[in-house]
């Protein structure tokens, strides 16, 4: 089993930035790739992006261009930069550690408010 625990959300204004963390910690040599997903009020939780083992990455496309996630495997900590936000990324953004056929574990989340 993997925990997780997310920080750095916040409140921020239009067109700013923040940076999400992900520390992990436990069963973390079992993680095949770390994965950012958000939740809007009222709306079904959705990815945001992806890194792999090997430190590929891939984005939805509402991120490219504006979201970065990255790592440091010294700190077993993910990161997610968020440049140029909009009101419409206002949601909880979650944390989710996969490890193959040992399963998956998620966040506790953190809130972010992007106001207009």
């Known amino acids: 089993q993997v925990q997780l625990v997310e920080s750095g959300g916040g409140l921020v204004q239009a067109g700013g930035s923040l940076r999400l963390s992900c520390a992990a910690s436990?069963?973390?040599?079992?993680?095949?790739?770390m994965n950012w997903y958000r939740q809007a009020p009222g709306k079904l939780r959705e990815w945001v992006a992806q890194?792999?083992?090997?430190?590929?990455?891939t984005y939805a496309d509402f991120a490219k261009g504006r979201f970065t996630i990255s790592r440091d495997q010294a700190k077993n900590t993910v990161y997610l930069q968020m440049d140029s936000l909009k009101p419409d990324d206002t949601a909880v953004y979650y944390c989710?550690?996969?490890?193959?056929?040992?399963?998956?574990?998620w966040g506790q989340g953190t809130q972010v408010t992007v106001s207009s």
């Open positions: 989710k550690a996969d490890s193959g056929r040992f399963g998956f574990d």
């Open positions: 436990g069963s973390i040599f079992n993680i095949n790739d």
């Open positions: 890194i792999s083992r090997g430190g590929s990455t």
